[in-house]
């Protein structure tokens, strides 16, 4: 699978959140903890933009309900058997790549 370019680590200050698309599916780039991860953009609550949310104690915040998944594994807070999927992510010259399907 490839990484893509995504965005730049200027773009992604520490604990924030930032919204890309590839395609026609959105995933949620996140800055927390010192890491740069991603998640797939929807919440599988309601469908909430999760890459439009806030970094909460190193978890994505959905916009909608306020659910939160670690940014680490995609795990939800209170139930981490339910989760959004995650995705490799690589950094290179203050690029952020992103390995997409």
């Given at each position: 699978m490839p990484f893509l370019k995504v965005g730049t680590l200027e773009?992604?200050?520490?604990?924030?959140?930032?919204?890309?698309?590839?395609?026609?599916?959105?995933?949620?780039?996140?800055?927390?903890?010192?890491?740069?991860?991603?998640?797939?953009?929807?919440?599988?609550?309601?469908g909430g933009p999760l890459g439009q949310g806030q970094i909460h104690d190193g978890r994505v915040v959905c916009p909608y309900h306020l659910w939160e998944f670690d940014c680490a594994t995609g795990e939800y807070e209170r139930d981490p058997t339910i989760r959004v999927p995650t995705f490799e992510v690589k950094v290179a010259g203050g690029d952020i790549y992103l390995q997409v399907p």
């Open positions: 773009q992604l200050p520490p604990d924030s959140v930032m919204e890309v698309m590839v395609g026609d599916r959105p995933y949620a780039v996140c800055h927390a903890g010192g890491a740069i991860r991603a998640l797939g953009g929807v919440c599988i609550h309601r």
